[in-house]
């Protein structure tokens, strides 16, 4: 497994906001600047299904592979030979804010190659995007 890529903030908005903003998958592309459309088949719940796309590129199957409410919200998109995870941690912190961690890996027989073609443009996107969704959430 390698990872892309890691960010975190923290924010006045409540942990349920950030799952709300996550749950409404339609409005992920206000947020998350490489991502043109995202559709999810049925509810948010572990297990689900759905499918992106990417700016640029073909659209990409995704499963929510874990999915504990306040806490966890991890995806996994299945490339050609490899799988994509962005797992989104969220936490309490003393002071009461909330703060939001979240790791890209990739893992798979061809994530090297996936690396040199994703892996930049991930790493670079990935705090301003986060940012982009505190924006949102505290806008909530």
């Known amino acids: 497994m390698m990872t892309l890529g890691t960010a975190h903030i923290t924010s006045s908005a409540s942990p349920a906001a950030f799952f709300a903003r996550w749950a409404d998958m ?3 592309p206000e947020w998350n600047s490489d991502t043109e459309w995202v559709r999810l088949d049925g509810p948010f719940v572990r297990g689900a299904k759905g499918e992106l796309k990417p700016k640029g590129a073909p659209k990409v199957p995704f499963v ?3 999915l504990v409410d306040g806490e966890e919200f991890t995806d996994v998109s299945k490339l050609v ?3 994509l995870t962005f797992r989104h941690l969220v936490s309490r912190t003393d002071e009461g804010s909330t703060r939001v961690d979240v790791a890209v890996t990739l893992r798979g027989p061809l994530a090297r190659l996936w690396n040199a073609a994703l ?3 991930i ?3 990935l705090q301003g995007d986060l940012d982009r969704l505190r924006d949102a959430a505290e806008a909530a």
């Open 119 to 121: 892996g930049k443009g």
């Open 123 to 125: 790493a670079a996107g």
């Open 81 to 83: 030979g490899a799988k």
């Open 26 to 28: 339609a409005t992920w």
């Open 64 to 66: 929510v592979a874990e």
